[in-house]
């Protein structure tokens, strides 16, 4: 047992500048897709999900604008707790992406907490994994419990709409546009969880792996990190993956993670079920990086 739950939450994203918005949106299966301002290799408009900031920004700013909203967010839902006592852990892009913003992670965490007049814990810290990150942020903020923080924070705040970032991917044929089906759409976002020891949705289990066959390698994948992480997490929560009702996945429209996605279902599920529903937010949210906490 994880001890966690999540008992607020906060989002910006192309579709909702906050939770309850984004939320609404999602219901109604509404996106925000549209041509971006960067061209293809081939000549195309490639697609994405840019959030309608007012006023425009651009850079660094951009990111802390983003992240300012989920923050409050969750800082409003903290009752009776002192929010000095309440560490934050900010997951941001991997460190070797093409295009990375510089000097986000020495200052991008403490310059956002200053803005919306909120402190930084001792225990605060920036995590460096991409779309990864808040799975190992869930991670450290259990440690962090066990050591007697009542709540924790875990934010993320990332965009693929950057030219480099873009150009990058583009080179490799992975974003989507009207003539490359087997692409991501590019797009932006924040979101941030505020994790205690009571709520509806309490965390069970946490499990972790890691891929040889990545998307990039040009090795077949049976999936083996996937693998290995779902029945780490799993067999952490005590139940077997038959009793699980509904999955929610980070695929991205690449056909790499569908397939990925299906290996594993067929290597962990031994027990026939009539149904799992399957939801992919980057459906309506666009691929999000690090914001998809």
């Given at each position: 047992m994880s001890g966690l739950a999540i008992e607020a939450c906060g989002m910006t994203t192309a579709i909702g500048l906050t939770?309850?918005?984004?939320?609404?949106?999602?219901?109604a299966r509404l996106s925000n897709f549209e041509e971006t301002h960067?061209?293809?290799?081939?000549?195309?408009?490639?697609?994405?999900?840019?959030?309608?900031?007012?006023?425009?920004?651009?850079?660094?700013?951009?990111?802390?604008a983003l992240l300012e909203g989920p923050l409050r967010e969750c800082y409003a839902a903290l009752g009776d707790v002192d929010p000095k006592d309440v560490p934050?852990?900010?997951?941001?892009?991997?460190?070797?992406?093409?295009?990375?913003?510089?000097?986000?992670?020495?200052?991008?965490?403490?310059?956002?907490?200053?803005?919306?007049?909120?402190?930084?814990?001792?225990?605060?810290?920036?995590i460096i994994y991409g779309r990864v990150g808040g799975i190992v942020a869930l991670r450290d903020?259990?440690?962090?419990m066990k050591k007697g923080a009542q709540k924790v924070i875990i934010a993320g705040v990332d965009s693929y709409l950057l030219a480099?970032?873009?150009?990058?991917?583009?080179?490799?044929?992975?974003?989507l546009t009207e003539t490359n089906s087997n692409g991501f759409p590019a797009a932006e976002g924040a979101g941030a969880v505020l994790l205690g020891r009571e709520g509806?949705?309490?965390?069970?289990?946490?499990?972790?792996?890691?891929?040889?066959?990545?998307?990039?390698?040009?090795?077949?994948?049976?999936?083996?990190?996937?693998?290995?992480?779902?029945?780490?997490?799993?067999?952490?929560?005590?139940?077997?993956?038959?009793?699980?009702?509904y999955r929610v996945s980070d695929l991205?429209?690449?056909?790499?993670?569908?397939?990925?996605?299906a290996l594993a279902l067929t290597r962990v599920l031994r027990i026939r079920v009539e149904q799992m529903d399957l939801?992919?937010?980057?459906?309506e949210f666009g691929y999000t990086g690090a914001a998809s906490i």
């Amino acid at each position: 047992m994880s001890g966690l739950a999540i008992e607020a939450c906060g989002m910006t994203t192309a579709i909702g500048l906050t939770a309850a918005a984004a939320a609404a949106a999602q219901r109604a299966r509404l996106s925000n897709f549209e041509e971006t301002h960067f061209i293809s290799h081939d000549g195309k408009w490639m697609i994405g999900a840019e959030v309608p900031l007012d006023p425009p920004k651009r850079g660094r700013a951009r990111l802390q604008a983003l992240l300012e909203g989920p923050l409050r967010e969750c800082y409003a839902a903290l009752g009776d707790v002192d929010p000095k006592d309440v560490p934050v852990l900010l997951c941001l892009a991997e460190a070797d992406r093409p295009g990375r913003l510089a000097g986000v992670d020495a200052s991008l965490l403490h310059d956002t907490l200053r803005a919306i007049g909120q402190p930084v814990h001792e225990d605060s810290a920036v995590i460096i994994y991409g779309r990864v990150g808040g799975i190992v942020a869930l991670r450290d903020a259990r440690e962090l419990m066990k050591k007697g923080a009542q709540k924790v924070i875990i934010a993320g705040v990332d965009s693929y709409l950057l030219a480099q970032t873009m150009g990058f991917y583009d080179a490799e044929d992975r974003v989507l546009t009207e003539t490359n089906s087997n692409g991501f759409p590019a797009a932006e976002g924040a979101g941030a969880v505020l994790l205690g020891r009571e709520g509806a949705f309490k965390l069970l289990g946490l499990g972790f792996g890691r891929e040889a066959a990545h998307i990039t390698s040009g090795e077949p994948t049976r999936a083996d990190g996937l693998v290995t992480a779902m029945r780490g997490a799993l067999g952490e929560a005590g139940i077997d993956f038959s009793e699980v009702d509904y999955r929610v996945s980070d695929l991205n429209g690449e056909q790499y993670y569908f397939k990925e996605a299906a290996l594993a279902l067929t290597r962990v599920l031994r027990i026939r079920v009539e149904q799992m529903d399957l939801w992919n937010p980057a459906s309506e949210f666009g691929y999000t990086g690090a914001a998809s906490i």
